[in-house]
């Protein structure tokens, strides 16, 4: 496994850095990284935030970067490459009409496409979840087709709705709240991205990849009701 | 109990934070000026992470129906009790059926009120810090009733003394940030030797800063950032994070602030002029 540069961060954090490369295998190995950061220093910590190359280790009180460093780079990664668990590969029902996918046209005039071709491309393979920021529970998600790819609009929308499926640049993602934003919108979820009321407030974890699938809208009321009665189960599997 | 007559321009409910849920997204929070944030319940020999009131530029007008002990600390400088001038950075004596109105920052912008055995109310993950999409409110509301318990032993501290910060110094000291590598030398001399002013755009989530002469740095992939991290937009303004900051951010982070250093720039107004004294 490469080793990471590792740096200061202000106060009581530290930075651990790899080339600057967007990749699932590298990816994976940071997700080790910090699972053995997380089994060294527990409750010593107050949040450990990953991103496509970095971790930053943020801890309650101080600690030198000698200390750390050293802790980390003793362990013999070859043991602890099970340390994480098995990702999962989550199922997020999306209903790709136009009433709920406002800049369908939009992206498949971009990219010279039939409308129903946008769903069949989008839902054609599994994204993988490289990590949540910008909103509570908007996940970064990686592997969108080529042939999808679509700037940002010119003037950002003022409300986005929860639950939108959008598309900016070479990124999808799922907004978990109203917000504004200039995402190309081509879908809707009934799923919940974020819960306040569920102690670990996100299902997702970095590592686990989401399957988009596309249903009607009657399904999409038809889901959104089970969700409000709490009778609704979303699907998963372990990601091969 | 305390009525809540005149929310003053910006209120929120701090604690030290929302620690734990980074990874999920959710912003930190907690006060612009921890520094002063922090004299106001040490000053009361509260846990530092008691919850107390955080006013922006102009205070809030509140009705006690019950006896309290109180410390107002960081920029209020005029409060009065039944119309009476009281005293900041040390605790005082509230009898119950007193108006507290805070007055305006004459000086700086966040002031804060600490009460013994600080507010009550609903955490949402941890914490009671007010955020949007979190918290059932975004701030506090003309009308609302804050709580706290009624201390049973209602000495007064007597033996705590305030940390001051100056913010009126015009050097603020700043680590090199993650990517502060990615400036040529010429920008990175720039940075050391130019004047920065306070710009509008200013908020709880940061402080947009522009700059006398144009320093520039192109973007970086999306990657951590917390409250006091200094960014650089391609177009050559700086961001400094402030404490309802998003967890990652795609701009190059060039210098990070100390909490001390980030509660100084805090208390800087737009139009205000400083500059960065840099070390390792």
């Not at chain 1, 990749?23 to 409750?43: C, G, P």
């Not at chain 2, 934070?17 to 930190?28: E, L, N």
Request: glycine share 8%.
């Amino acid at each position: 496994m490469l080793k990471p540069i590792i740096t200061t961060y202000g106060e009581n954090a530290f930075l651990l850095k790899w080339p600057s490369v967007i990749d699932a295998k590298m990816h994976d190995e940071i997700l080790t990284w910090e699972a053995i950061i997380a089994s060294s220093f527990q409750n010593k910590l107050y949040d450990i935030v990953i991103t496509y190359t970095e971790i930053a280790v943020y801890f309650k009180s101080n600690i030198t970067l000698d200390v750390f460093s050293n802790t980390i780079l003793s362990i013999d990664l070859q043991n602890e490459l099970s340390i994480r668990q098995k990702p999962t590969t989550w199922l997020i029902p999306v209903c790709y009409d136009q009433e709920l996918g406002w800049d369908i046209e939009i992206v498949a005039k971009h990219n010279n496409i039939a409308t129903d071709q946008v769903s069949n491309l989008h839902t054609a393979q599994p994204y993988r979840v490289y990590f949540t920021g910008f909103l509570p529970g908007f996940l970064y998600l990686g592997g969108l087709p080529k042939h999808l790819t679509t700037p940002r609009k010119e003037t950002p929308r003022l409300k986005i709705p929860k639950g939108a499926v959008a598309i900016a640049g070479s990124q999808t993602g799922i907004y978990p709240q109203d917000s504004p934003g200039g995402w190309q919108i081509i879908g809707q979820t009934p799923i919940e991205m974020f819960n306040l009321s569920k102690a670990s407030p996100s299902r997702f974890a970095p590592g686990d990849y989401i399957q988009f699938q596309s249903i009607s809208k009657d399904m999409f009321e038809g889901i959104s009701a089970e969700i409000e009665a709490g009778m609704y189960h979303i699907t998963k599997s372990v990601h091969k | 109990m305390i009525a809540i007559i005149s929310s003053g321009i910006y209120t929120t409910l701090q604690d030290t934070g929302r620690f734990g849920f980074r990874k999920y997204g959710v912003p930190i929070s907690g006060p612009m000026d921890a520094v002063s944030a922090n004299n106001a319940n040490h000053l009361l020999n509260n846990d530092i992470n008691a919850a107390l009131l955080e006013f922006t530029l102009q205070g809030a007008v509140l009705k006690f129906n019950h006896p309290a002990i109180i410390a107002i600390t960081g920029a209020t400088n005029s409060p009065t009790v039944n119309d009476e001038s009281i005293s900041i950075n040390t605790p005082i004596k509230i009898a119950a059926g007193s108006m507290l109105k805070i007055g305006r920052c004459a000086t700086g912008s966040f002031g804060y009120l600490a009460i013994l055995g600080g507010f009550k109310g609903e955490k949402r993950l941890n914490s009671l810090a007010h955020y949007k999409g979190i918290t059932t409110n975004q701030r506090i509301l003309k009308g609302e009733s804050l709580f706290f318990s009624p201390h049973p032993n209602q000495d007064v501290p007597i033996d705590n003394k305030p940390t001051m910060i100056n913010w009126k110094t015009n050097e603020i000291p700043a680590f090199k940030g993650p990517d502060f590598n990615m400036l040529d030398s010429q920008s990175a001399n720039l940075l050391s030797a130019s004047n920065f002013i306070v710009s509008n755009e200013i908020s709880r989530m940061g402080y947009r800063i522009d700059s006398e002469r144009p320093i520039v740095a192109r973007e970086i992939i999306t990657a951590p950032v917390q409250p006091g991290t200094i960014q650089l937009t391609p177009s050559g303004k700086l961001i400094a994070l402030m404490p309802d900051c998003q967890t990652t951010g795609g701009y190059a982070r060039i210098l990070q602030l100390s909490n001390k250093s980030r509660s100084i720039l805090a208390q800087k107004r737009t139009g205000e002029h400083f500059s960065f004294n840099i070390c390792d």
